[in-house]
């Protein structure tokens, strides 16, 4: 069983790719606080795809990976995103 | 760029990793079809959704989100760990992912508990006397944070499967596919909460 | 006993591994052995199904009450299509057909997760078998229709929960499936075999395979929301807790309508391989086939509002839904004028593999042409609902998916059972199949036209001599089944020794022993041409 040259995450890495997250987190938490209406809900989801990007790219080394699996990856979330406009198409000229 | 297989014990790596992917691909669908749910009905209710979302307790939340992106590190840790070979240090992080992943499910038990002494829970009648958006919300909550924490709770058995093999020898760093996955697997468990957690704590 | 092997190995029916007896075919990894178990339990469900729906036409040969209550009525219909949807047609093709011959068809030895491969199919005889008890335990079978649309399928008293959580465990034994063949295709491909010399069923399978992977897990999800709903009044589908019921009609036909996908996409892979063997010819637009296919899997996500357009829908989603409809028509007309296009000029010999594979493509057109009336809003308010829906997808799946499948099996019963079947035989079996088949099926369409709804019981007198002829037509068709299973069985018992490759065909499999050896190739091939050579004057078009 081979593991062609793999790249190994160092720990200060990892751990500052949790700072990053945390931050994020913590920021996200906060701008809730404040009322801009839907715009704060788009805040927030904005932030949480930043943190699911960072997620997949460095813990789950998709940096490191084919670019086979990377648009694999962008394909399926695109796909559910346009599964959820179309059923929107529906809902939101009724 | 093939490999073939007769009947080999282990599974070539990129072969192996590959089917981990694509099966985190229908987990991402699974939930999709209750994150498409939950937007409709928050387009729909969304005043109501604000309101119930203020009787979720954010401070806990933020501890299970904290919970679950330490655990993240950690298990990338393991790999890492693994990877240069240092047994010890890999079971040590893979036992921390464990721990924090109970302490998140700790936490889950006293956020639902709480919730069912008020009387908040599907069928109720607390529940009926609110308002449609709060009920479906409220729907939303248990079904969409339940199913994710029965992930948490197979991902938990996945590390302590590890937790054995590291121990064993039987992953080691030569042979680590199953932590590998594993370690995915929890990541997406990670990647599931990210979407969750500002979605029914944070519209307040 | 052996009938032919390699040099160095016994044939896969022989071996004899770790286990003996029954536990070396109910234990065995070997994807052969695999595809075998599916075929057989794919047999004696289809005859489950295939006779409850005779006796739903047994009961409409006439007005009123014929043989049954109309609650027993409902039972059928539903189970009628559960099981035939789930257990037989969706995992049909690729099961049987993937199973066996997809390893073989891209020189390997087995598929990327053996095991994986045997827990599908226990889990797949579980949901099956599941299918079937819920007929009859408890508050009785349920009555849903195999659509299960709320709010009557939250209000039945019969056993619905049973259904659901059948459909459920079946969708994983797919899910797996599909992401078994999408690893072995990018894995595990002989050497020299790049995608573009990759023959035309494997890439049917690889289309298929991402709408089983990215598709089922959404109904998955659908039917625990339906469990919710029984069990715990979660409201999402319930427009007196704010709910929506045609959110759940969203919800089941974004699976849905992309399962036709699944089970017509291999029919057309299998297709494709038999035209250029029995024309002795290679494949007309090959790349136009491999675009073709995974144009109809992703334009296929997006037309499902075309079952829904008399639910409500806003009018944008509805004219939407219907052009894509259209679109998706293209890539099906594109293969046919390939397979067509295949055959001409070419050295045609008129086999029942081939006889199959051309009523496949008659009977597809009437159902896919038929598709458009549908899939236009005018007509659909007309046609909705009735026996012409009915006809209109049982010329699709059934003179589709199920044609694909008879062609199949007599293209490769000799390769997988060692054994030739009689040709005579198989062409009355044929004779009987279709005539049976469109006598049975096309006076459906009339009907309907006429305004014969669909899951109905009873019906105006006037629709009665459509009714009968349809009747007629089902037993016809019965006894060319019974025929032809007959005959392939025997066939596969007592036939003459079939040789390596009795069709002349030029893919892999056509070049190991019949039945093939237990590892598949004494040596891993390397594949040094794009497929589809015949060694003739047509190779140089």
Redesign the interface.
Known sequence: ????D?H????AS??I??AV??FL?AF??WI?GFHFG?F??AV??I??CV??AT??I???HLKFENLF?KL??TG??V??A???V????????? | MSVHNTHAEHIDSETGKLGMWIFLFTELFLFGGLFLVYAVFRAKYSAEFHIAAGELNAFIGTMNTVFLLVSSMTVAMSLTAIQKGDRKLALFLVLVTILLAALFMVNKYFEWSHKFEYGIYPGSEVLKNMSHGELLFFGLYYMMTGLHALHVLVGMVLLSINVVKIKSGSVNSNHYLMLENSALYWHLVDLIWIFLFPLLYLIT | MSISGSETQVSYLDYQGKHKGIWSWLLSTDHKRIGLLYLYAIIVFFFVAAILGLLMRIELIAPGRTIMEPQTYNGLFTIHGIIMIFVIVIPGLAAVFGNFFLPILIGARDVAFPKLNLFSWYLYMIGAILGVLSQFIGGGAPDTGWTFYVPYSVESSTNVIYALTAAFILGFSSILTGLNFIVTIHRMRAPGMGWMRMPLFPWALYATAWIQVLATPIVGITLLMVIAERVLNIGFFDPALGGDPVLFQHLFWIYSHPAVYIMILPAMGIVTEIFPTFSQKPVFGYGAIVLSSLAIAFVGYFVWGHHMFTSGMSYNARWFFSFLTFIVAVPSAIKVFNWISTMYGGSIDLKPPLLYAISFIFLFMIGGFTGLVLGSLATNVHTHDTAFVVAHFHYIIFGGMGFAFFAAIHYWAPKMFGRMYNFRVANIAWVLNFTGFNLLYFPLFIVGLQGMPRRSYDYLPQFQSGHVLSTVGAFILIAGLLLMVYNLVRGARKGEVAPANPWKGVTLEWKIPSPPPHENFDDIPVITSKPYLFGNNSDNK
């Open positions: 069983m081979k593991h062609e793999k190994i995450s160092s720990y990892l751990a790719v949790l997250l945390l987190t996200s938490v809730t839907a704060t809900v927030a989801l932030i949480a943190k699911v997620v997949l460095n813990f789950m699996l694999l990856v399926v979330f796909m559910f346009l599964v959820v179309l059923t929107f198409v529906d809902y939101y000229f009724r």
